[in-house]
């Protein structure tokens, strides 16, 4: 990655950082609110919807949803990590009941072949 790319992105992921605060959700709406007295001083209800719609609504939900975002994604990561930790235990528990398997595997074998050596040594004694 060049540096102008690096840079552009550590400015990005500061700003997403900053943005994606409920302090920037608060900065937000008091931003909002310097413009709202004029806005119902007009008297004009196209002013006074545009100023909800445009001004603080977009201004203040894309905080409180970018905070939304990360929480939920602070989530899925943590249940992604207690998913990866218990199919690890899982692996290991079955890398286990495989070895103890292989072990009485090779006891039945051991043991078959002496029940084999035991019946042929009390027939041919007949």
Not at 104 to 124: D, R
Request: one cysteine or more.
């Amino acid at each position: 990655m060049n540096s102008l790319a690096t840079f552009n992105r550590r400015i990005a992921e500061k700003i997403t950082s900053f943005v994606s605060t409920m302090w920037c959700a608060y900065l937000f709406v008091a931003l909002a609110l310097i413009s709202l007295p004029a806005a119902i001083n007009s008297e004009d209800v196209i002013t006074i919807v545009d100023w909800a719609a445009q001004t603080f609504l977009q201004l203040v939900l894309l905080s409180i949803i970018m905070v939304g975002q990360k929480k939920s994604s602070e989530s899925v990561e943590q249940m992604i990590t207690e998913t990866h930790a218990a199919a690890l235990a899982e692996f290991e528990l079955a890398k286990e009941a495989r070895e103890m398997a292989r072990q009485e595997l090779a006891e039945l074998k051991v043991l078959t072949a002496e029940m084999h050596m035991a019946i042929k040594s009390s027939g041919s004694g007949k």
